[in-house]
């Protein structure tokens, strides 16, 4: 079974043994952690500003995270999970289908669930998604461009 990196129970993504982010990590502890030269920083309108890291390997995976704030508080992250380093060069090889069921798969083994969800991309708003007292933890399907995202929000 593959060790979880999210505690589904603290609301918590553990990053590494000096890094878990929580509702409470703040965009300048991870600019301090990862450095300018691995976290891509975009100020955005008013509030709102981001954090990206590219090919950050925890345990067996690789992941581009984005970590969003609203007015200092981390709102939510949205990552991509990969078993070998990212390759963004082309989208020639991109099967929605199959993003869906290694998403959906890599987070069942996450959170621990047993439900075997199957999507249904006919049914807007679809959504694998679970609740927790800190948030939410799921896989969400973006209808306008057909991409998958593992995601953690947490409640303000």
């Known amino acids: 079974m593959q060790q979880s990196i999210i505690d589904k ?5 553990y990053i590494a043994d000096d890094l878990i982010i929580d509702n409470k990590t703040t ?10 030269e691995r976290l891509e920083v975009e100020r955005g309108w008013k509030t709102y500003e981001n954090g990206t890291i590219r090919n950050l390997k925890i345990k067996d995976w690789y992941f581009t995270m984005t970590f969003y704030y609203d007015a200092g508080k981390l709102t939510h992250i949205i990552f991509y999970p990969r078993d070998e380093e990212i390759n963004t060069a082309s989208w020639d090889n991109f099967d929605p289908a199959a993003e869906s069921e290694y998403y959906t798969s ?23 998604s679970f609740d927790f007292y800190w948030g939410a933890a799921g896989v969400y399907y973006d209808f306008k461009d057909g991409t998958f995202s593992c995601n953690m929000s947490f409640k303000p």
Do not use: H, I, V
């Not at 502890?29 to 990862?34: I, K, S, T, V």
């Not at 890599?106 to 694998?128: C, E, H, P, V």
């Open 9 to 13: 129970e603290e609301g918590t993504l």
């Open 27 to 36: 965009l300048a502890a991870l600019e301090a952690y990862f450095g300018p």
């Open 106 to 128: 890599w987070m069942a083994a996450q959170l621990d669930d047993k439900s075997n969800f199957k999507w249904d991309l006919n049914q807007a708003g679809r959504r694998y």
